[in-house]
């Protein structure tokens, strides 16, 4: 395989991996607003360090592992915030569990895609309002849209338990760890 090949390879390895990667790092940052930036230095890591990379390995394990490190890095970052955080013992696990479990991201995702296009345009809407950083505030939509905000609330949590329904019965349930 040549150089040209070998990077188009590596791109199309490190492309299928940008959602279970962000996923990932979402999951050791969980709500904290620099996720997107951690994904955005894991990335260039990851391409800086391309040359390291065998493919037909395991570049699932690679990439998470440099995203790991990358969330480390972070968190050191940080450290003068005096936030508090998790223990080294407890993140190395959570990382360890969340790398190793076989993650079926794309099937649900794929899932709840499939079950937003079966919402009402405006149901459609509201959520995406919602859970889009930049769209304002719920009490701006209430205004725009003649409802009130006490009823978007209540329209927001049946959406949401319908679309968890919707997901439940495309997907198989979670089998009991032993």
Same mark, same amino acid.
């Given at each position: 395989?040549?150089?040209?090949?070998?990077?188009?390879?590596?791109?199309?390895?490190?492309?299928?991996?940008?959602?279970?990667?962000?996923?990932?790092?979402?999951?050791?940052?969980?709500?904290?607003?620099?996720?997107?930036?951690?994904?955005?230095?894991?990335?260039?890591?990851?391409?800086?360090?391309?040359?390291?990379?065998? $493919?037909?390995?395991?570049?699932?394990?690679?990439?998470?592992?440099?995203?790991?490190?990358?969330?480390?890095?972070?968190?050191?970052?940080?450290?003068?915030?005096?936030?508090?955080?998790?223990?080294?013992?407890?993140?190395?696990?959570?990382?360890?569990?969340?790398?190793?479990?076989?993650?079926?991201?794309?099937?649900?995702?794929?899932?709840?895609?499939?079950?937003?296009?079966?919402?009402?345009?405006?149901?459609?809407? $509201?959520?995406?309002?919602?859970?889009?950083?930049?769209?304002?505030?719920?009490?701006?939509?209430?205004?725009?849209?003649?409802?009130?905000?006490?009823?978007?609330?209540?329209?927001?949590?049946?959406?949401?338990?319908?679309?968890?329904?919707?997901?439940?019965?495309?997907?198989?349930?979670?089998?009991?760890?032993?």
């Amino acid at each position: 395989m040549n150089e040209s090949q070998q990077e188009s390879a590596f791109v199309a390895e490190l492309t299928g991996m940008q959602m279970p990667l962000r996923l990932y790092v979402q999951s050791l940052l969980p709500g904290d607003p620099a996720t997107h930036d951690v994904v955005q230095q894991a990335n260039a890591t990851l391409w800086k360090k391309r040359g390291d990379f065998t $493919l037909g390995t395991n570049f699932k394990a690679w990439a998470f592992s440099v995203a790991r490190y990358e969330v480390l890095n972070y968190r050191k970052q940080q450290a003068r915030d005096s936030r508090l955080v998790f223990g080294e013992d407890l993140e190395q696990t959570f990382a360890e569990e969340i790398a190793a479990r076989d993650d079926d991201t794309e099937r649900r995702h794929e899932a709840l895609k499939g079950c937003l296009e079966k919402l009402r345009p405006q149901d459609r809407e $509201l959520l995406l309002h919602r859970y889009t950083a930049s769209a304002g505030t719920l009490e701006d939509y209430a205004q725009r849209a003649g409802r009130s905000v006490g009823g978007l609330k209540v329209t927001l949590h049946r959406l949401r338990n319908a679309l968890l329904g919707c997901i439940e019965k495309q997907l198989p349930p979670l089998e009991a760890e032993s």
